[in-house]
């Protein structure tokens, strides 16, 4: 059996790749049930004020677009809801790497709906701050010193909603969408509340943050996207994806299973009869 | 017009073609993905030059500014490149570690020292102290199994067999979500593969692999029937 293992390893990838690819072929609805981290995080959105201004970090890598985009895009055309019924400011920036300026260009042109808004009034985007921790810290305690421009090349002095932001104090809440490590944001912005929309195989690292009530809410990938999605009625890329996800992890199930009995069942008994 | 999907569609192709073995169009790929993603960044550190250091000290004329010397601490990095001053390379590099250290202490002391050490997770809630047990009980056992200088043996043995068992808890968990966050990404590859216009360049794909895996067969039967 040993020999035969790295044909067996390629046919797991081939039976991997051909589960999920059934339900694009074959559009099954399997239930997913709405988890009260996502409900919380949509809560604190919606409760927003009148004249909040909430700030979002849009540091993502490009190869975790999958992952975090999804949840990205719902949350961030949710928030512009926001400005448009409520009077609420969004400013969203990249401080991480020329990489996540990709991402979040990519998000800002393309997917973001901004009817019936004027830029620079109810949203507004500052573009690349490089320096990433550095850039936070510079934000949170002096925006005009750090920031001089918008993503356009625009003065912020010549931009109107911008004239009250100077500091982490003029903003009602931050977000952040990271595919690295959350702490910097924690070590600077956690005087006010934080939610965020992260990758699933980070959800370990922010919950000693989630427990001490530093990140307040959270988008867990794109099983969180497809639940954010589901309640704001917004059918987007997640809902298309959880299904052949949830047929992943069916069959990862499935795997675990096969591997337990063959293991328990044959190669366990046969050790002990060469023991013998 | 050739859809964009096509051409996603290939270059996935092309980049999972390693799975079979290593290959020319594997190549390819791995090779555009690093030319394109240095391209993409070297436009956009040009655009952040230009933004911050062109435009403000050149087109605007503001010489007597903070930026002048942010700028020429910046370009000592470079005379790393000159033999009798690469010395000075290391002042911008002190300057720039310093700052982030300094920066990130001072962030940490509240959120990540002092409140992590305030109040146990889940005050006030019934399991609160079960949940503060196993978390020092976690700590120290897990410490321990990383012990070396003494045998693991007699009391530090049993501790390091509880700490093992913790440590396989918490590797299973985030080898889980890794490979939650692993498999979205081959999802997103499929949505595109398994949908026409995709599907078709799959098709052919498919039709590709099963000849190359077929043809070393006939060969070797053929070879075979040589033989004897």
Same mark, same amino acid.
């Given at each position: #059996?040993?020999?035969?293992?790295?044909?067996?390893?390629?046919?797991?990838?081939?039976?991997?790749? %051909?589960?999920?690819?059934?339900?694009?072929?074959?559009?099954?609805?399997?239930?997913?049930?709405?988890?009260?981290?996502?409900?919380?995080?949509?809560?604190?959105?919606?409760?927003?004020?009148?004249?909040?201004?909430?700030?979002?970090?849009?540091?993502?890598?490009?190869?975790?677009?999958?992952?975090?985009?999804?949840?990205?895009?719902?949350?961030?055309? %949710?928030?512009?809801?926001?400005?448009?019924?409520?009077?609420?400011?969004?400013?969203?920036?990249?401080?991480?790497?020329?990489?996540?300026?990709?991402?979040?260009?990519?998000?800002?042109?393309?997917?973001?709906?901004?009817?019936?808004?004027?830029?620079?009034?109810?949203?507004?985007?500052?573009?690349?701050?490089?320096?990433?921790?550095?850039?936070?810290?510079?934000?949170?305690?002096?925006?005009?010193?750090?920031?001089?421009?918008?993503?356009?090349?625009?003065?912020?002095?010549?931009?109107? #909603? #911008?004239?009250?932001?100077?500091?982490?104090?003029?903003?009602?809440?931050?977000?952040?969408?990271?595919?690295?490590?959350?702490?910097?944001?924690?070590?600077?912005?956690?005087?006010?509340?934080?939610?965020?929309?992260?990758?699933?195989?980070?959800?370990?690292?922010?919950?000693?943050?989630?427990?001490?009530?530093?990140?307040?809410?959270?988008?867990?990938?794109?099983?969180?996207?497809?639940?954010?999605?589901?309640?704001?009625?917004?059918?987007?890329?997640?809902?298309?994806?959880?299904?052949?996800?949830?047929?992943?992890?069916?069959?990862?199930?499935?795997?675990?299973?096969?591997?337990?009995?063959?293991? %328990?069942?044959?190669?366990?008994?046969?050790?002990?009869?060469?023991?013998? | 017009?050739?859809?964009?999907?096509?051409?996603?569609?290939?270059?996935?192709?092309?980049?999972?073609?390693?799975?079979?073995?290593?290959?020319?169009?594997?190549?390819?790929?791995?090779?555009?993905?690093?030319?394109?993603?240095?391209?993409?960044?070297?436009?956009?550190?040009?655009?952040?030059?230009?933004?911050?250091?062109?435009?403000?000290?050149?087109?605007?004329?503001?010489?007597?500014?903070?930026?002048?010397?942010?700028?020429?601490?910046?370009?000592?990095?470079?005379?790393?490149?000159?033999?009798?001053?690469?010395?000075?390379?290391?002042?911008?590099?002190?300057?720039?570690?310093?700052?982030?250290?300094?920066?990130?202490?001072?962030?940490?002391?509240?959120?990540?020292?002092?409140?992590?050490?305030?109040?146990?997770?889940?005050?006030?809630?019934?399991?609160?102290?079960?949940?503060?047990?196993?978390?020092?009980?976690?700590?120290?056992?897990?410490?321990?199994?990383?012990?070396?200088?003494?045998?693991?043996?007699?009391?530090?043995?049993?501790?390091?067999?509880?700490?093992?068992?913790?440590?396989?808890?918490?590797?299973?968990?985030?080898?889980?979500?890794?490979?939650?966050?692993?498999?979205?990404?081959?999802?997103?590859?499929?949505?595109?593969?398994?949908?026409?216009?995709?599907?078709?360049?799959?098709?052919?794909?498919?039709?590709?692999?099963?000849?190359?895996?077929?043809?070393?067969?006939?060969?070797?039967?053929?070879?075979?029937?040589?033989?004897?």
């Amino acid at each position: #059996m040993s020999a035969m293992l790295p044909k067996v390893d390629r046919l797991i990838f081939l039976l991997f790749l %051909f589960f999920i690819a059934i339900p694009f072929i074959l559009p099954v609805a399997l239930p997913l049930p709405i988890s009260p981290t996502t409900l919380k995080y949509k809560e604190i959105l919606e409760n927003l004020r009148k004249g909040d201004t909430i700030i979002w970090f849009v540091d993502a890598m490009i190869g975790a677009w999958a992952e975090t985009a999804p949840g990205d895009i719902a949350t961030f055309n %949710f928030i512009l809801e926001q400005c448009r019924e409520k009077g609420v400011k969004f400013v969203m920036v990249t401080t991480f790497h020329a990489e996540s300026l990709a991402y979040a260009e990519t998000i800002f042109k393309n997917y973001l709906n901004t009817e019936g808004l004027t830029y620079g009034v109810d949203y507004v985007y500052l573009g690349w701050i490089p320096g990433y921790e550095s850039a936070l810290a510079g934000i949170a305690g002096n925006l005009p010193a750090i920031v001089k421009t918008d993503y356009y090349g625009t003065p912020i002095s010549q931009i109107p #909603m #911008m004239q009250n932001l100077h500091s982490i104090d003029d903003f009602a809440i931050s977000g952040f969408t990271s595919s690295t490590s959350p702490d910097p944001y924690i070590r600077q912005w956690s005087k006010k509340p934080i939610i965020t929309n992260i990758l699933a195989a980070n959800i370990g690292w922010i919950m000693p943050y989630v427990e001490k009530r530093i990140i307040v809410a959270y988008l867990a990938g794109v099983r969180g996207a497809a639940e954010f999605e589901y309640l704001i009625g917004r059918i987007g890329s997640a809902t298309k994806l959880i299904s052949a996800q949830s047929t992943a992890h069916i069959y990862a199930v499935a795997l675990l299973i096969a591997a337990n009995i063959y293991y %328990f069942g044959f190669v366990r008994r046969r050790g002990e009869v060469i023991k013998k | 017009m050739i859809p964009v999907e096509i051409i996603e569609a290939t270059l996935i192709l092309m980049t999972w073609s390693l799975l079979y073995k290593d290959n020319p169009l594997y190549k390819l790929a791995a090779s555009m993905t690093i030319g394109l993603y240095l391209g993409v960044t070297l436009n956009y550190a040009i655009d952040s030059l230009n933004k911050n250091i062109y435009v403000p000290l050149i087109v605007q004329g503001k010489w007597l500014s903070p930026t002048t010397i942010v700028f020429i601490i910046g370009l000592l990095l470079y005379t790393r490149f000159i033999k009798s001053l690469w010395w000075l390379s290391r002042w911008p590099l002190a300057i720039l570690s310093s700052i982030g250290l300094s920066v990130a202490v001072t962030g940490a002391l509240g959120p990540q020292i002092i409140a992590q050490l305030s109040t146990p997770p889940l005050a006030g809630h019934p399991l609160s102290i079960i949940n503060g047990i196993l978390g020092v009980t976690a700590t120290v056992t897990s410490m321990c199994y990383f012990v070396y200088s003494r045998e693991h043996k007699g009391v530090l043995g049993a501790l390091v067999k509880i700490g093992r068992i913790f440590l396989m808890i918490a590797f299973g968990f985030m080898l889980g979500t890794f490979l939650m966050s692993n498999i979205a990404f081959a999802i997103q590859n499929m949505s595109i593969l398994a949908v026409p216009p995709g599907a078709y360049i799959s098709a052919i794909a498919a039709i590709i692999l099963i000849i190359v895996t077929s043809l070393p067969r006939v060969k070797k039967s053929k070879g075979e029937e040589m033989k004897k």
